[in-house]
């Protein structure tokens, strides 16, 4: 399984970004996919999750602002994040599991000045 991350970069609080996770030698369409994200000498978090049937959750911290969706057909899942705040910097990780094995990919860096 290999997870592929796009879409970082450096914006402005108050701004938007939209995040791609593409996975390939998957079930991806069986699969929970989830988007994690790690701040600089902090912990990974769960930022949100959407199951094979689109069902989400998201962390306190994004809700209403963040936005996790997924395209079967194109094996790929999005993060739209809106209202970003510099509390959101960090670099942000696609995951999921098969056979009881976790995957990552290589993160994306997102950026939000003041």
């Known amino acids: 399984v290999q997870l592929v991350e796009s879409g970082g970069g450096v914006v402005q609080a108050g701004g938007s970004l939209r995040l791609s996770c593409a996975a390939s030698g998957s079930t991806f369409s069986i699969n929970t996919m989830y988007w994690y994200r790690q701040a600089p000498g902090k912990d990974r978090k769960l930022v949100a999750r959407i199951s094979s049937g689109g069902g989400t959750n998201y962390a306190d911290s994004v809700k209403g602002r963040f936005t996790i969706s997924r395209d079967n057909a194109k094996n790929t899942v999005y993060l739209q994040m809106n209202i970003l705040k510099p509390e959101d910097t960090a670099v942000y990780y696609c995951?999921?599991?098969?056979?009881?094995?976790?995957?990552w990919g290589q993160g994306t860096q997102v950026t939000v000045s003041s």
């Open positions: 995951n999921t599991e098969q056979g009881f094995i976790a995957y």
